[in-house]
């Protein structure tokens, strides 16, 4: 990673923390976030995973009238960052912890692709 690249990743992760910290206020069942990126292809590479404990309250977030709040404060941390981002929802993804024990035996790294 180049230093540039290291910089805009401590960036990312600063805001997004920024992110979670509301989000673990404010919403049911959230438990953290992640984000994946190739800098060589950034930001049209960003993916950035929301993760709940358990697919219950996934759904009753994603069902809610609360539903755009996360996407709300991810636009506005990257919108400080002055990332130009056309769609936050298409780089935005949502799972559960009870779905990664499931189907990876609890191994974030290996159902993130990392």
Same mark, same amino acid.
């Given at each position: 990673?180049?230093?540039?690249?290291?910089?805009?990743?401590n /960036? #990312?992760?600063?805001? !997004?923390?920024?992110?979670?910290? +509301?989000? $673990?206020? %404010?919403?049911?069942?959230?438990?953290?976030?992640?984000?994946?990126?190739?800098?060589?292809?950034?930001?049209?590479?960003?993916?950035?995973?929301?993760?709940?404990?358990?697919?219950? /309250? #996934?759904?009753?977030? !994603?069902?809610?009238?609360?539903? +755009?709040? $996360?996407? %709300?404060?991810?636009?506005?941390?990257?919108?400080?960052?002055?990332?130009k981002?056309?769609?936050?929802?298409?780089?935005?993804?949502?799972?559960?912890?009870e779905?990664?024990?499931?189907?990876?035996?609890?191994?974030?790294?290996?159902?993130?692709?990392?």
């Amino acid at each position: 990673m180049r230093k540039s690249d290291k910089k805009i990743d401590n /960036q #990312l992760r600063e805001s !997004l923390t920024q992110v979670c910290d +509301a989000a $673990l206020k %404010d919403i049911e069942g959230f438990q953290w976030l992640t984000h994946q990126a190739n800098y060589s292809d950034f930001p049209n590479s960003l993916k950035i995973t929301c993760v709940f404990d358990t697919n219950e /309250q #996934l759904n009753d977030y !994603l069902n809610s009238s609360q539903n +755009a709040y $996360l996407l %709300d404060l991810i636009s506005k941390e990257l919108n400080i960052m002055k990332l130009k981002i056309k769609s936050v929802a298409k780089v935005v993804s949502y799972d559960s912890e009870e779905n990664c024990l499931a189907e990876h035996n609890g191994n974030w790294a290996r159902r993130l692709g990392n």
